[in-house]
C-alpha cells in the first residue's frame, strides 16, 4: 500500500485547510488511516483516526470541534478537514495506514506542510 499526502499550504490564523491522503495498491489491506503532525521542536503526535469499514472516527483532543476527517471510498482517501486554525497548528502532516492483518500504523505517506500565519 501507497499513501500520498495532499493539501498542505500557508493560510491565515482562523481559516481552514482540506488534507487528503490518497491509498494506492492493495487498499483492501487498509484497516485504518490516521493523521499525525510534527510541529517545529516536538515530537509527532497523533490527530485524527478513521477506520476504514465501520467509519469509526477518533479526533485529539486539541482538534475536536475544528477538525473533521472522513473515508472516501471512491477514491481510496483519507481527507481531513481543518477548520478555525490557529499557529499551533503549523507542522508537517503525515497520513499512516493500519493493516488489518500487520496492526496500526504500518504504511506511512511523506509529510504536507501546513503553516498558520497571523
Known amino acids: 500500500v501507497q499513501l500520498q499526502a495532499s493539501g498542505g499550504g500557508l493560510v491565515q490564523a482562523g481559516g481552514s485547510l482540506r488534507l487528503s491522503c490518497a491509498a494506492s495498491g492493495d487498499v483492501n489491506r487498509l484497516g485504518s488511516l490516521s493523521w499525525y503532525r510534527q510541529s517545529p521542536g516536538k515530537s509527532r503526535e497523533f490527530v485524527a483516526r478513521?477506520?476504514?469499514?465501520?467509519?469509526?472516527?477518533e479526533y485529539a483532543d486539541f482538534v475536536k470541534g475544528r477538525f473533521t476527517i472522513w473515508w472516501d471510498i471512491s477514491k481510496s482517501a483519507a481527507n481531513l478537514e481543518m477548520d478555525a486554525l490557529s499557529a499551533e497548528d503549523t507542522g508537517v502532516y503525515y497520513c499512516s495506514g493500519g493493516d488489518i492483518f500487520r496492526g496500526s500504523n504500518v504504511y506511512w505517506g511523506q509529510g504536507t506542510q501546513v503553516t498558520v500565519h497571523w
Open positions: 478513521i477506520t476504514t469499514r465501520a467509519g469509526n472516527m
